[in-house]
């Protein structure tokens, strides 16, 4: 839950890495994310997922049970406590997400039609990913397309791969090979996962379907097996004030103006005082409520219910309500902190900040 700590207060625990859904407009990015959340609830009855503001935690128990018929090929003993993907996939967001030294994305995924091929918006992506050093894999996604596919839903890709005809095989490997081409002369080496034996050295390649389900398990053990073995040391669990990023800035019945925001360091607490940017300059001000879905609830009922917490831990997506929010522009940086005195220090930051991110749009 937003608000539990888990494990002892003494050993350092890793936070959840933050996932980002990229990719070409109609390549399935919002298919992935609603098939990767599905799959996470049917795997534990109770919620097996954990609704938060604008992202959804997928925790460490659901994954290893979803990628369990893998155990003999990737071993996965999770450290990290989940993964939190980001729930509005695109460009659009991803710019927003950024953060001083690069993004607020740990890992993305970088959804390509196996059938189609690099588009336009794929190479758009990939700049995007290799401007702000973001690592990432691909998910080859629609392997179900692919003529004469014989669905085995849900079913790992090395065994549903094992299933198809050799034709079909031949069709997949020749298209696996077309995206390491255009991979090759991106200048980022890239394979199929099943034959990488140094994950530092070369992009994986996770043939998927959204749609049957086949493949979601290796996406998901791959996914956890990278970020925790290449950001211990961006992962680690933080204490003290909170640092984040504004997602979208909008009315809410009761409270005025809200920011949903993601956490991806530190506690934010009720009451903290915070620093943000906004279209005048930075503002300061109280949090007056931290709100989180309500848990359990069917997550497309138009009726979203929210639930007031005292606290959230990074990583985190939260609705915060505050007096003179009005002004906050999206994509600005949301610091706590600690006094009168600190938030003066970090005004002049978050300045210098939205200075660059307005350089940049103009850029864009």
Do not use: C
Not at 8 to 16: M, P, S, T, V
Not at 65 to 92: Q, S, Y
Not at 215 to 225: M, Q, R, T, Y
């Amino acid at each position: 839950m937003a608000g539990d700590k888990g494990g002892g207060d003494g050993e350092r625990r890793l936070r959840q890495p933050i996932v980002v859904v990229l990719g070409h407009v109609d390549h399935g990015k919002t298919t992935l994310l609603d098939k990767i959340r599905r799959t996470a609830v049917a795997a534990k009855e109770a919620g097996g997922i954990t609704q938060h503001i604008g992202a959804s935690i997928v925790p460490a128990d659901v994954i290893e049970k979803i990628a369990e018929p893998l155990k003999k090929v990737i071993p996965v003993k999770l450290v990290i406590p989940g993964l939190l993907f980001i729930d509005t996939p695109g460009h659009e967001l991803f710019s927003n997400l950024r953060r001083r030294g690069g993004s607020v994305a740990d890992f993305a995924i970088l959804v390509v039609d196996i059938m189609e091929g690099f588009k336009p918006q794929t190479y758009e992506a990939l700049e995007l990913l290799k401007e702000r050093r973001v690592p990432f894999l691909i998910a080859a996604n629609k392997i179900d397309r692919i003529p004469g596919w014989k669905p085995n839903p849900d079913a790992p890709f090395i065994e549903t791969i094992r299933r198809q005809d050799p034709k079909v095989r031949e069709i997949l490997e020749q298209r696996v090979y077309e995206i390491v081409g255009k991979m090759y002369e991106a200048g980022l080496p890239a394979e199929l996962f099943t034959r990488i034996k140094d994950f530092r050295r070369k992009i994986a390649i996770v043939p998927v379907s959204a749609r049957t389900g086949e493949g979601i398990p290796e996406l998901l053990a791959v996914l956890a097996g990278l970020t925790q073995t290449y950001l211990k040391e961006r992962l680690r669990y933080a204490e003290g004030p909170a640092k984040g990023v504004v997602l979208e800035v909008k009315e809410m019945q009761g409270f005025g103006t809200v920011v949903d925001a993601v956490i991806y360091d530190g506690v934010l607490k009720k009451e903290d005082i915070i620093v943000v940017g906004g279209r005048e300059g930075p503002i300061v001000t109280r949090v007056r409520a931290l709100l989180m879905p309500a848990p359990l609830q069917d997550i497309r009922s138009r009726e979203a219910r929210f639930v007031q917490v005292d606290r959230v831990y990074a990583a985190a997506g939260v609705r915060i309500a505050a007096p003179g929010l009005d002004d906050v522009i999206a994509g600005s940086p949301i610091y706590a902190a600690e006094s009168e005195e600190e938030a003066r220090k970090l005004m002049e930051a978050v300045q210098r900040e939205i200075e660059e991110l307005r350089h940049h749009h103009h850029h864009h």
